[in-house]
């Protein structure tokens, strides 16, 4: 193994550890390692057009594998582009390797072209950021880097890998990088505590994040909500972590406003937060979001993120998985008789309460499904009835997305994923990502016009690499969630409504999505009227290979203003 150039000796450490798919987007500075992937065939590498989307391909292939996940992108130009991306990465606790090039260490004081201080662009946004400026630290720094990935709370790294340093001999030696267990159990005196606070609770509520998820602890989660007949909200959650149509399940606390989920906070007189933090809104709720006497409970392996905004009375770090089975076992064995009846009686309340407002819900939609323009409704009552239960969606769908988990409603584990972090563009190339973990299942990428056009090049790379997901764009020609948030500001500030700013529409001209698709060579569908869904969804799924449906959604714009409001 020993005695290669650096370039040669990267491809090796990363197949050492599982690494063996690329996302990436070339550059000059990299050229020496990508020209060694000749040497590796088994090495796979993704080629993308811009730098944000082998990042969010990254991100959606890291987070149903939950591992290590290689990405590649140029200099500084490179790492500016992808910087909303990693971001998203960032914030979901996505474990992606990120490599970049420089020219080299011998040309740092020259101020050169594509010059930059990558690390500290980097690091604000990821979990580790580092440059090697030593050869024979180099494969030594890749393991570091990768093992900080890997371990949770995970999240992206950034190793910046100059020219020269790849251009040397380099003698170390090749092995598997050690990823530390983090599978601990909750103090006995904790677990205790908790157990006496929970089973005397009146009104039990649980908050739950993608800790659950990473831990794989959905049934503890599912589990514990049953022993308690409490309520379960998602909070920051971007994957799937209890089944929508569980009693206990609720849906999430607010993305954008504090006054949302702050009743939602309010109800419960005994609190349980597990892996995630309270609370991730834009616009958070700056005093106290819980009852006076209520007592709250925090268990997550990320210790930064326990207590750190509201009042804590009892946390732990542990694995959320195993906390919770400690918290069960004592539930089990501690609460009374009357305390179980009074549990499945919340249970039993909860059940017939969500019964109603689906069915209501649905009622209320019969009315609608037949209407032109189409509502998101139509579309994803008929996708329903076509898709299979494994289905994997990347829901990107944002003011579609109620529609989307009405009619087809997550239900285990990998099998739903979310945007997060605020950054627009993910569900394209996010869709494709899981579809290359899963190259034989079906693949659906759910987005909107706006945040399609971020990173609809994507579409290039999935018929070059048969990446064979489907993709619908939910496009009601406007920033549907902008003119949704300004009538909140409105509302707030007691201003009348009125116009939406111009700044939110998007109906000229006009984005023909069918036609955008085709020219990258992926075939689509424009849909219109109720009577094309259905013949449109069956196309869709009977087409080898990756396949677009632009989906014409009722919109609320003014194509006539634009270019006759002076700057708008």
Not at 49 to 57: C, G, T
Not at 108 to 119: P, R, S, T
Not at 411 to 422: A, I
Not at 511 to 539: C, H, N, T, W, Y
Request: with cysteine; charged share 20%.
């Amino acid at each position: 193994m020993a005695g290669k150039p650096g370039r040669f000796k990267i491809i090796e450490q990363f197949l050492a550890d599982g690494m063996n798919v690329m996302f990436g987007n070339p550059g000059t500075v990299e050229q020496g390692f990508l020209d060694a992937l000749w040497d590796y065939p088994e090495m796979k590498y993704i080629l993308t057009l811009q730098e944000s989307v082998p990042v969010m391909m990254g991100d959606g292939y890291a987070r149903y594998t939950q591992k290590p996940t290689l990405v590649q992108i140029h200099s500084t130009p490179g790492l500016g582009n992808a910087i909303g991306a990693i971001y998203q990465a960032y914030r979901g606790h996505s474990p992606l390797v990120i490599i970049g090039g420089d020219a080299g260490i011998s040309y740092l004081n020259m101020d050169a072209q594509m010059a930059g201080d990558l690390v500290a662009i980097a690091k604000p946004v990821t979990k580790y950021s580092t440059m090697v400026t030593d050869s024979r630290s180099l494969l030594r720094t890749l393991r570091r880097a990768i093992k900080i990935a890997g371990t949770p709370p995970m999240g992206p790294v950034y190793i910046c890998l100059p020219m020269d340093i790849l251009d040397e001999i380099n003698d170390e030696d090749v092995y598997p990088t050690s990823i530390p267990s983090t599978r601990v159990k909750p103090e006995e005196s904790f677990v205790t505590e908790s157990v006496k606070l929970l089973s005397e609770a009146s009104k039990p509520v649980i908050f739950m994040g993608d800790g659950v998820a990473y831990s794989q602890a959905s049934d503890e989660l599912t589990l514990l909500a049953e022993l308690l007949g409490a309520e379960v909200y998602g909070v920051d959650v971007g994957d799937f972590c209890m089944d929508y149509t569980h009693p206990s399940y609720q849906g999430t606390t607010g993305h954008m406003f504090g006054s949302f989920s702050k009743p939602i906070c309010e109800k419960g007189d005994v609190i349980l937060i597990v892996g995630t933090y309270m609370l991730p809104e834009v616009f958070p709720e700056l005093g106290n979001v819980y009852s006076k006497d209520a007592k709250v409970i925090h268990i997550d392996l990320n210790a930064y993120e326990i207590g750190k905004n509201h009042r804590v009375d009892l946390a732990s770090v542990c694995d959320p998985k195993l906390g919770m089975k400690e918290l069960i076992n004592g539930l089990n064995s501690n609460m009374t008789v009357e305390q179980k009846t009074r549990a499945k009686e919340r249970l039993e309340n909860l059940r017939i309460a969500k019964e109603n407002k689906i069915s209501q819900e649905k009622e209320q939609d019969k009315s609608i499904l037949g209407n032109t323009p189409l509502k998101p409704e139509a579309f994803m009552e008929e996708l329903a009835k076509h898709i299979p239960e494994d289905t994997i969606i990347f829901d990107e769908a944002l003011t579609s997305s109620p529609a989307l988990t009405r009619y087809i409603p997550p239900r285990k584990p990998g099998t739903f994923f979310q945007t997060r972090g605020g950054s627009l563009g993910v569900g394209i190339p996010g869709a494709m990502g899981l579809q290359v973990a899963n190259p034989d299942k079906l693949v659906i990428g759910f987005t909107g016009d706006g945040g399609s056009m971020y990173t609809i090049q994507a579409l290039w790379t999935a018929v070059r690499h048969n990446i064979n997901s489907k993709f619908v764009i939910c496009n009601n020609a406007s920033y549907k969630l902008l003119q949704l948030n300004v009538t909140q500001y409105w509302k707030e500030r007691e201003i009348p409504k009125h116009e939406y700013p111009l700044s939110f529409d998007l109906s000229y001209p006009p984005l023909r999505f069918d036609k955008i698709s085709e020219s990258m060579g992926v075939p689509a569908l424009r849909v219109e009227k109720p009577e094309q869904i259905k013949s449109a969804i069956e196309q869709m799924l009977a087409h080898k290979g990756p396949f677009l449906i632009d989906l014409v959604l009722e919109s609320d714009v003014r194509p006539d203003l634009i270019g006759v409001r002076c700057g708008q």
